[in-house]
Antibody, heavy 125, light 111 residues
Framework: QLRLQESGPGVVKPSETLFLTCTVSGDSISGSSYYWAWIRQPPGKGPEWIAS???????YYNPSLKSRVTISVDTSENRFSLKLNSVTAADTALYYC?????????????????WGQGALVTVFS | QSVLTQPPSASGTPGQRVTISCSGS????????VYWYQQLPGTAPKVLIY???QRPSGVPDRFSGSKSGTSASLAISGLQSEDEADYYCAAWDDSLTGHVVFGGGTKLTVL
């Protein structure tokens, strides 16, 4: 059974950098039909896609966040990570990592079939 | 303001059929597949419908999806109390460099 687990700080100060890691267990992160994604959900609001990555390192970013976000993958550790720079209160959210099934050869189908339980991140001074 | 527009709320009584709409544009729903997610309180979203109208294994056939032009709908027949949840539509948007967009969500209440 595939399992995804987010880890990272619960609180980040304004203007600092947020680091989150998603550890994947139960299957290899190097599957050819799968991408890996970060999605966040502010309290009481809908989900917002942040970024996705393929095991080879190909990356895809939400244009609204691209200038502040970096997604990376570590196939040897079967995990992927998110870095978000210059955080503000607007970045307070539940951050999910998820697997994306997309056999098209190019990330373009938001079929998030497995999700982590989510990591609550609060930006607070 | 979400790119995909959903009604904020919907309701029905047990056994009824309810539909939830999702309106977009030619750059997202009009040219790409639509996906529907169910989020029960305190849990991560779960995919209900993929590629407009396909159900993953384990999803009851009471749930169905359709798409026409730049709009999509999720229908739930034989409504049950456990269907009370938030529902979100999602699609790929071809604008800019391409990105995933979600609807704002519909809170379904089973009366």
């Amino acid at each position: 059974q595939l399992r995804l687990q987010e880890s990272g700080p619960g609180v980040v100060k304004p203007s600092e950098t947020l680091f989150l890691t998603c550890t994947v267990s139960g299957d290899s992160i190097s599957g050819s039909s799968y991408y890996w994604a970060w999605i966040r959900q502010p309290p009481g609001k809908g989900p917002e896609w942040i970024a996705s990555i393929f095991y080879s390192g190909s990356t895809y970013y939400n244009p609204s966040l691209k200038s502040r976000v970096t997604i990376s993958v570590d196939t040897s550790e079967n995990r992927f990570s998110l870095k978000l720079n210059s955080v503000t209160a607007a970045d307070t959210a539940l951050y999910y990592c998820a697997r994306v099934y997309d056999s098209s050869g190019y990330f373009s189908r938001p079929y998030f079939d497995y999700w982590g339980q989510g990591a609550l991140v609060t930006v607070f001074s | 303001q979400s790119v995909l527009t959903q009604p904020p709320s919907a309701s029905g009584t047990p056994g009824q059929r309810v539909t939830i709409s999702c309106s977009g544009s030619s750059s997202n729903i009009g040219g790409n597949y639509v996906y529907w997610y169910q989020q029960l309180p305190g849990t991560a979203p779960k995919v209900l419908i993929y590629r407009n109208n396909q159900r993953p294994s384990g999803v009851p056939d009471r749930f169905s999806g359709s798409k026409s032009g730049t709009s999509a709908s999720l229908a739930i027949s034989g409504l049950q109390s456990e269907d009370e949840a938030d529902y979100y539509c999602a699609a790929w948007d071809d604008s800019l460099t391409g990105h995933v967009v979600f609807g704002g969500g519909t809170k379904l209440t089973v009366l």
